[in-house]
């Protein structure tokens, strides 16, 4: 069987991590990378060639599925639509409160074209939402709980790095131990915001910046900060460069419920993820759902998928006899 050919779209970190997953799946094919840059200034890392994105509608009949290696706020709403006209295509936006809207755009264009395009794929959302709806599926009576860390938001980052003076910075979620291990305790404990994560940033100023107005800046920043309990600790460009270059991430979602005629039996369901890279994991998740989207254009389907459209053995490079025998 001829092996998947990938494109992908965007050469940032998330990128680099799917170009590295094609590498990791003998199925798999990496055609081009494709970015808005000039492309004779960007090198990847497995000498693969890069083009540019005006150059995609040249790769219609070279390409199987399209990965979008953009952002949530402006890239994918308008991206995951327009190539969905020409290819198969996978994302990962994480804006989830726009999950729906997305999701309609996405499935007009795609069905129109009959193409299949996979949404909202990598850990949260992702892992993560299959994760609660197998344990709300398994026990309807009972509580969900999502920690996040610890790890590197870069959203937050970059808002920390737009102050006037910063010259950058590395923001780390960090969970409350004690919240985490009530609800592992099986407390059903009602948290806030604040109750269940706190914040740990990391600041390289200018020279004669004020430290006192910046620290101030960031925690009361509003949607970012304010809502939760922040420390803020300067340090050098390069104490930051040094310490603080890696992207890791993770979390776990939790569901406590409880079975029997009167609740008795109480029951904890746990998913968690421990990375040390970010965009690599989710690059990983994106390269599976590549290989789904593919798939299902091979059978006929058409229009917008999620991971709850996916059944397992569509991401697995191994034939439902060789899950049968060694994974069931």
Known sequence: MANIRIGILGYGNLGRGVELACRANDDMELVAVFTRRDPASVVTLTGVESRH????????????VLVLGGGSATDLPEQTPAYAKLFNVVDSFDTHARIPEHFA????????????AVISVGWDPGMFSVARVYANAILPQGADYTFWGRGVSQGHSDAIRRIPGVVDARQYTVPVPEALEAVRAGE?????????HTRECFVAIEEGA???????????????????????TFVSAEELARDHAGLPHGGSVIRTGATGLEGQNKHVIEFKLDLDSNPEFTGSVLAACARAAYRMAQAGQT????IFDIAPAMLSPLSPEELRAHML
């Open 53 to 64: 994105v005006d150059e995609l509608p040249d790769f219609v009949d070279k390409i199987d």
């Open 105 to 116: 755009n996405v499935d007009a264009a795609a069905r129109e074209a009959g193409k299949v």
């Open 210 to 232: 004020d430290a006192a107005a910046i620290e101030r800046a960031i925690v009361e920043m509003p949607n970012y900060f304010a809502d939760y309990d922040t420390t803020v």
């Open 188 to 196: 059903n404990p009602s948290l806030t915001t604040r109750q269940k």
């Open 303 to 306: 229009g917008c998928k999620t």
